[in-house]
């Protein structure tokens, strides 16, 4: 009987180590700090994609677009840009796509209010993998004299690598991402035989330099891999408080157009 109330007592006891892990800070990381950088000023209008770009989003329609469950995207464009609309949640590509090179532009409106992780918050997920917030996320943020965690701010793989940099445009500018995405590869078993590889650019200044990812996004816990193909690119309608980002000019370059699917 003692055994067993030694044995009841030490998996009590880690059972609670391991629930007390489980918290959001516990992948969080504060420093060290990405050194600021200036970046050119954004252009008030839009470039023009390359002749083999998808064009997934130019400034006047969703044609490209659905909600979560499949229906209409129902986010607000107007004035050339796409408007996050928060009640109607996030929205994906109806294509899925492999690895490819992707070209975003996004904008904090110049009334945004809030700090931290509730001001201008929001995310491109550069493979879809399920509901909600599943999936690898680009972390987009206001981070112009912003102070959060350096792995939750602009330009971060969120919760895993911080930007090199912090290339911040100040808000009412648009800001430009630039990615590669090189998505994983699984065996047969469902191991990992190639993680998932990510370069990007903020406004035109390397922030993830051929990082290997360690898995999807998790706000709480380690990430962890789950086999996948080609998914949708998803941008995230956060629930922060703060007024609603807006998006433009997004194309698509498929760097394996036999990987890329349509839905």
Known sequence: MRALRVTLSALIVLGAATAAAQRPEDTEQWTPVPRVVTPSKGSPTPAAPPSDAIVLFDGRNL???????????????????????????????????????????????????????????????????????????????????????????????????????NAMRPPGEWQTYDVVWTMPTFGGDGSVATPAYVTAFHNGILIQDHVALKGPTLYIGPPKYTPHGPSPIKLQAHGDPSPPISFRNIWIRPLDVQMEVKK
């Open 63 to 165: 044609d490209e677009w659905a909600s979560m469950d499949g229906g209409p995207a129902q986010w607000t464009v107007a004035n050339g840009a796409l408007t996050v609309n928060k009640k109607a949640g996030n929205i994906q590509t109806k294509r899925s796509f492999g690895s490819y090179q992707l070209h975003l532009e996004w904008r904090i409106p110049p009334e945004i209010t809030g700090s931290g992780q509730a001001r201008g918050n929001s995310g491109l997920f550069l493979a879809s993998i399920g509901a909600g917030d599943a999936g690898y996320e680009l972390q987009i943020l206001d981070s112009y004299n912003n102070t959060t965690y350096v792995n939750g701010q602009a330009g971060s793989i969120y919760k895993q690598f911080p930007p090199l940099v």
